[in-house]
């Protein structure tokens, strides 16, 4: 089945709403065999909108819309939709009294405009919206299917996954695997790959950009499914033993989840020390639940002042080396290691920018110190872009030395 996503709203089009819809409804659609080929937004522009219905209908097994379900006079996809496919909207007293009652539980007034939520396209059927006011619709006519969803995420996602797979599922086995790679560009990746991503014909292997990262994702389609894993597995065992180095999930699984693992499963407690990510460690790491079993504190030792009086730092040496060194980032770990007891001590050092750099030390450059009882060592790396990401591929590349060393 060939599909087309069209995503209704000027605010899309502006660059006002990040359109998250488009990305989640095409992976969820690649997961049960629908090839989805072209992403559509347009303005909420009546002669607009019916345009790109018809080339969509004329090109497309199925369409799903986003946006344009609401109660306001510029909210008029289900009404140009209708019309283009020449289908009177009918007043669904089901659906009428559902948004009367959802209005009745917020305690809020409703106004005579949202009765035109509760107008359906003839012969259609209502996708329920177990979180706001404007139901979905889906639509089968001269062997096409059209889906109306809601704009709001929040909306649509459970709308979609709850109601709209199950229409359009189709009858062969899809299967998915992600392994997550860290510590190597998606070029030089490709480049180890390229002769299994060459002679598989049979399965998508594809590399995808992330935060820090690179995601190989490899989908399959087959109707055994016992022969879809066993081929999957031979795959990533080739490509396991090409850059096993640089793995650190086939889960899908962050890293900071992998690194709690292992400490978990290895009874071991960590500390941090941040400097230039100023606590983005800390804050990553606590978000997994259980993190107190390992986790002792995290410090925020951000001016030379900090570092001087939290972790101890001679004076001397940050004077001689600078704050942004090897050595003090080394000091930094060992000192925090001596202080909190624990296994495990990291710190950050760097200058995230966009101001602060040099020619000896610019800016992008980060030292990660790591302490053990039995080893210590500061490693040092230069990050490209700007200063969120500096700090957030600063955080990650922390995990990941943190993974070598479990």
Request: hydrophobic share 35%.
């Given at each position: 089945m060939r599909a087309e996503i069209i995503s209704v709203g000027t605010e899309i089009i502006m660059g006002s709403t990040l359109n998250t819809n488009v990305q989640y409804i095409t992976r969820r659609l690649s997961e049960i065999g629908i090839d989805?080929?072209?992403?559509?937004?347009?303005?909420?522009?009546?002669?607009?909108?019916?345009?790109?219905?018809?080339?969509?209908?004329?090109?497309?097994?199925?369409?799903?819309?986003?946006?344009?379900?609401?109660?306001?006079?510029?909210?008029?996809?289900?009404?140009?939709?209708?019309?283009?496919?020449?289908?009177?909207?009918?007043?669904?007293?089901?659906?009428?009294?559902?948004?009367?009652?959802?209005?009745?539980?917020?305690?809020?007034?409703?106004?005579?405009?949202?009765?035109?939520?509760?107008?359906i396209p003839e012969g259609s059927r209502i996708l329920a919206n177990r979180v706001g006011t404007a139901p979905g619709i889906y639509i089968e006519k001269d062997d096409q299917i059209i889906v109306l969803l809601p704009g709001p995420p929040r909306e649509m996602r459970p709308m979609f996954d709850e109601q709209v797979v199950p229409l359009v599922q189709q009858d062969i086995t899809i299967k998915t695997r992600t392994i997550n790679t860290i510590g190597i560009g998606e070029s030089a990746l490709e480049a180890e790959l390229e002769d299994i991503i060459d002679c598989e014909k049979e399965f998508i292997i594809a590399t995808y950009v992330q935060e820090g990262g690179v995601d190989i994702r490899i989908i399959a389609r087959q109707n055994s499914t016992q022969s879809v894993d066993?081929?999957?597995?031979?795959?990533?065992?080739?490509?396991?033993?090409?850059?096993?180095?640089?793995?650190?999930?086939?889960?899908?699984?962050?890293?900071?989840?992998?690194?709690?693992?292992?400490?978990?499963?290895?009874?071991?407690?960590?500390?941090?020390?941040?400097?230039?990510?100023?606590?983005?460690?800390?804050?990553?790491?606590?978000?997994?639940?259980?993190?107190?079993?390992?986790?002792?504190?995290?410090?925020?030792?951000?001016?030379?002042?900090?570092?001087?009086?939290?972790?101890?730092?001679d004076e001397e040496i940050i004077s001689q080396h600078g704050a942004v060194s090897e050595v003090v980032a080394l000091q930094m770990a060992e000192n925090l290691l001596d202080k909190t007891g624990v296994d495990i001590a990291l710190s950050t050092t760097g200058i995230a920018g966009p101001s602060g750099g040099t020619i000896k030390k610019p800016v992008g450059l980060v030292y990660i110190g790591i302490a053990t009882r039995d080893n210590s060592h500061a490693t040092k790396f230069i990050f490209s872009g700007e200063r969120s990401s500096i700090q957030t591929r600063a955080a990650l590349m922390a995990f990941n030395e943190l993974r070598n060393i479990l």
């Open positions: 989805v080929l072209f992403h559509t937004s347009v303005t909420d522009d009546p002669r607009l909108l019916k345009q790109v219905i018809n080339i969509g209908l004329g090109r497309v097994d199925l369409i799903i819309f986003t946006g344009g379900l609401g109660p306001t006079q510029d909210d008029m996809t289900k009404e140009i939709v209708s019309e283009t496919l020449g289908l009177k909207l009918m007043l669904d007293s089901s659906a009428e009294a559902k948004i009367r009652e959802y209005f009745r539980k917020t305690n809020r007034t409703m106004t005579p405009n949202n009765i035109k939520q509760a107008r066993d081929r999957l597995n031979e795959i990533i065992a080739r490509i396991r033993q090409r850059i096993s180095k640089y793995i650190y999930s086939y889960d899908d699984e962050a890293i900071e989840e992998v690194v709690y693992r292992k400490l978990l499963e290895q009874n071991k407690k960590i500390a941090f020390c941040e400097s230039c990510t100023g606590g983005l460690i800390s804050s990553m790491f606590t978000r997994i639940p259980g993190a107190s079993e390992v986790f002792e504190r995290g410090i925020v030792s951000y001016s030379n002042n900090s570092k001087v009086e939290e972790l101890n730092i």
